[in-house]
């Protein structure tokens, strides 16, 4: 039974993977974050690897293994605290537009900004059916691009990203210590000329705050964005218990929101409060992803109709 309001999401299914691929020998991963749908493809990083999650859509809803694809070279420490203090903490992937230099467009996947060794991006060329192309993934230094942001919000943590119309937008997520959630906009024409290396990182062409609330005193936090079909776009938020960008807390709750003209014009809990740190729009249907913050639970991918 479902509190009134609350929404209800359907499993779809573990994101299981091939243990002979995993480079522990996992049959799961279990720290998924961004999520974005690419042609047919559905995508996802997970902050504690150095790899790329590649599921056929098609597959969203068996038990198809998720693919591997690395991003950057070497091995994370075994030791969970060692694991962390290294990680490159990608926590935000975006679908990049067509252009010049990738005319199938790009995924760009984003460290988080909350250390010095998790200012990385990884570009990711795209075929014409969403797949990866067979190119090498481009290192992205994000240190230029995060500068500025910092200097607002000194405990950075991207969460989320998304690109809508003309805009690539990043989502800075509240925590205990600084109960500010964030969009910062980039007008796309400026991040394309970035990336070709024409110029300089941009600097966010508008940063609007927004407030969540809270459950059981805990400030919900951005984990992701996506675009809306006809305009706005949708996030998902948890009320993770922690107090800076870098320690895990538990979860209190999750929820759902809907942002029109820069105005939050709806909040809705996740019955249940599963951790959601992924969200991608499928047709007429919403499709999650959870952390699980533990090694031994697999990240569940999770939809429910687009309300």
């Known amino acids: 039974m479902t509190a009134a309001g609350e929404l209800l999401t359907e499993p779809l299914r573990e994101l299981r993977v091939s243990p002979a691929l995993h480079p522990r020998g996992q049959r799961h991963l279990s720290s998924a974050s961004g999520l974005v749908l690419a042609g047919g493809w559905l995508y996802l990083v997970a902050d504690d690897e150095h790899h790329l999650g590649a599921l056929p859509l098609a597959h969203a809803g068996d038990d198809h293994p998720v693919a591997l694809h690395r991003l950057r070279p070497g091995e994370l420490p075994g030791d969970k605290e060692a694991r962390k203090k290294h990680k490159p903490d990608c926590e935000a992937l975006l679908a990049l537009p067509p252009w010049s230099g990738h005319p199938q467009g790009a995924l760009l996947a984003l460290g988080s900004g909350s250390r010095p060794n998790r200012e990385q991006g990884f570009l990711l060329p795209l075929r014409p059916d969403g797949s990866l192309a067979d190119a090498p993934v481009e290192p992205v230094d ?147 992803v959870t952390d699980a913050d533990d090694p031994e639970s697999a990240s569940r991918l999770l939809a429910l109709p687009l309300p």
Do not use: M
């Not at 980039?186 to 705050?209: E, F, N, S």
């Not at 305009?231 to 759902?256: H, K, N, P, V």
């Not at 959601?276 to 047709?283: F, K, L, R, T």
């Open 142 to 288: 994000l240190h230029g691009l995060y500068a500025p942001l910092r200097s607002r919000f000194p405990d950075l943590n991207i969460e989320g990203a998304f690109a809508s119309g003309d805009r690539i937008c990043l989502l800075q997520r509240a925590n205990q210590g600084d109960a500010r959630n964030a969009c910062a906009s980039y007008a796309w024409p400026d991040v394309r000329d970035w990336l070709d290396g024409r110029r300089a990182a941009p600097a966010a062409i508008d940063v609007t705050l927004y407030e969540l609330g809270t459950v059981a005193g805990v400030p919900y936090g951005f984990t992701d964005g996506a675009a809306l079909p006809g305009g706005g776009w949708i996030f998902s938020a948890a009320a993770e218990d922690t107090e800076d960008s870098y320690r895990d807390g538990l979860c209190a709750g999750s929820a759902l929101g809907w942002v029109r003209d820069g105005r939050l014009t709806r909040l809705a809990p996740l019955a249940g409060g599963p951790k959601v740190e992924g969200i991608a729009v499928a047709g007429h249907r919403l499709l999650l």
